[in-house]
């Protein structure tokens, strides 16, 4: 790629975050599509501009409900971006991120499910196990294990989880709150509406004074039918061992306990599980850095070639004089 291609592509990418900023989704996609037209096969071998480009794709086509067209995107960038940048990178880890909702989205729950499992573990490596990340992923899990039948273990996850966000970030918390109508949303689709009801009636009592989004996404979860599909195959534990704290929580979860709850949306993001979509946040790296200090306006007290050249010329007529007058005191000397 030509130094020129190279910097129109960045043009490109740049309009499209202002698309996906602005949601416009199709706009953005259209624009992501000439460069991704020429990306190479091999994901070993893009560069980090096309790299970004296909992480913003696979946010794009799974914001517009295209989980199966985003699958591909979605393991090419991965792939790229740990190349790139390494396992830890916060830009490789939103793209882990991105993978594991692809995943969930298409039904592939196992490796949905080992994925998610990745991020945790990076997430309370780097952050700590309670961090937003490292509870976000979490809840993630939890929503793939009730997905894939795992109900019991998936709300026990999912409440433990919203325990531990109320005890860092409060009742209140937007988030919390978004996971207290995922839980709730679990227990409708397994038939339990009177528990969903109970928890979504505490969630409104913290959401008291929040932006009305959230309410609405209350309204939503209320009013939504069970989910056909679901099916609770009564099978009372994951494949992968829970955490001790996860197996403390009582088994058949008792439901006046909990201290909260829920869950998320299934409209607009279903998935946008908390923190992955949209695509782009974090992925800033190869914006056109506003100004750099080398092309900064002069500081004031730097002269102009005009004004050096005047200082010259005074400091000549100057010297010229003083030899002149030196040449003049030395003739009457003698
Ligand atoms: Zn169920």
């Known amino acids: 790629m030509s130094p020129l291609q190279r910097r129109h592509g960045l043009a490109v990418l740049t309009r499209v975050r202002s698309h996906v900023d602005a949601g416009d ?18 994901p070993r071998k893009a560069r980090p501009a096309e790299a970004e480009a296909v992480v913003l794709q696979t946010g794009v086509l799974l914001s517009l409900g295209e989980p199966h067209a985003a699958r591909g995107w979605a393991a090419y960038g991965h792939t790229c971006l740990r190349r790139l940048y390494g396992d830890r990178d916060r830009r490789t880890l939103h793209s882990l991120g991105l993978l594991a909702a692809v995943l969930t989205r298409v039904g592939a729950h196992s490796r949905a499910v080992q994925r998610y499992q990745e991020l945790i573990e990076l997430f309370s490596e780097l952050d ?12 993630d899990l939890a929503t793939v294990e009730h997905a894939r039948g795992q109900c019991q273990a998936g709300r026990a996850r999912l409440s433990m989880v919203i325990q531990q966000h109320q005890q860092v970030f409060g009742t209140r918390h937007p988030v919390g709150i978004r996971m207290i109508a995922r839980l709730a949303a679990m227990w409708r689709d397994c038939g339990e509406v009177d528990h969903a009801q109970a928890l979504l009636t505490q969630a409104r009592a913290f959401a008291t004074g929040l932006p009305p989004e959230i309410h609405d996404l209350l309204s939503a979860v209320e009013t939504a039918p069970p989910a056909e599909a679901h099916v609770c195959s009564g099978q009372p534990l994951p494949e ?46 190869w914006e056109p850095s506003p100004r750099t200090d080398d092309d900064a306006p002069e500081p004031s007290w730097r002269l102009s070639p005009a004004t050096m050249a005047l200082v010259a010329a005074i400091i000549g007529i100057v010297a010229i004089t003083v030899l002149f007058l030196l040449l003049v005191s030395a003739a009457k000397t003698s």
Not at 25 to 35: D, F, H, V, Y
Not at 128 to 139: D, I, M, T, V
Not at 257 to 271: C, D, I, K, W
């Open 128 to 139: 700590g196990p309670q961090s937003e990340r490292a509870l976000a992923a979490q809840a």
């Open 240 to 285: 992968v061992p829970l955490p001790p704290a996860v197996l403390k929580v009582p088994g058949p979860i008792d439901e006046d306990t909990l201290l909260m709850p829920v869950a998320e949306s299934p409209f607009g993001r279903p998935f946008s599980t908390l923190s992955y979509l949209p695509a782009h946040p974090e992925l800033v790296a």
């Open 25 to 42: 989704l199709p706009g953005a996609q259209e624009l992501l599509s000439e460069i991704l037209a020429e990306i190479p096969a091999d």
